[in-house]
């Protein structure tokens, strides 16, 4: 399979409140940036729709290595998911799961790719998280819906 590279973030003033999520994708050299916004939203419900977007843009399926500021997201992912799912959607102290729309399409998605949910540290100066985090807020400024751009250049 090809291997494809996806920086993640989301953002939103208020919390609730105006969203944005940026998305990275990295392919044989070449990056293409994503970002959208939400009027409404929470920053756990935008760092989820990044990662959707991010995996929604692939054509067929790849080798995913998916980069994550939000432990909930790549714990709610890697560890939580199966759980829930089992329990009919309750957590583990029965209460209905949370924002279970974005769990279920990021779980049918995972089921076309292989995927490796990677954690990084946010802004701790990673020079793609700062971008992906950078086009969520311009995402919010902008209430850019849905904006792409694809930037032919080398990795660093």
Not at 17 to 42: C, H, M, N, S
Request: neutral net charge.
């Amino acid at each position: 399979m090809k291997e494809v590279e996806i920086y993640t973030d989301g953002a939103c003033q208020g919390n609730p409140g105006p969203g944005g999520w940026g998305v990275i994708l990295r392919y044989q050299g070449v990056e293409k940036e994503l970002f959208g916004y939400d009027p409404a939203t929470t920053n756990n419900r935008m760092e989820m729709q990044a990662a959707i977007e991010g995996l929604q843009s692939l054509t067929r399926p790849m080798d995913v290595s998916l980069y994550t500021d939000s432990l909930y997201l790549k714990d709610g992912i890697t560890k939580w998911l199966p759980g829930w799912k089992q329990r009919n959607w309750r957590s583990s102290s029965n209460a209905p799961v949370k924002n279970k729309d974005l769990w279920e399409i990021l779980d049918a998605l995972s089921q076309h790719h292989t995927i490796t949910w990677l954690w990084v540290r946010g802004h701790t100066g990673h020079p793609e998280n700062e971008r992906a985090d950078a086009l969520a807020r311009q995402a919010i400024e902008q209430k850019a819906v849905n904006g792409q751009s694809s930037v032919s250049r080398s990795p660093k």
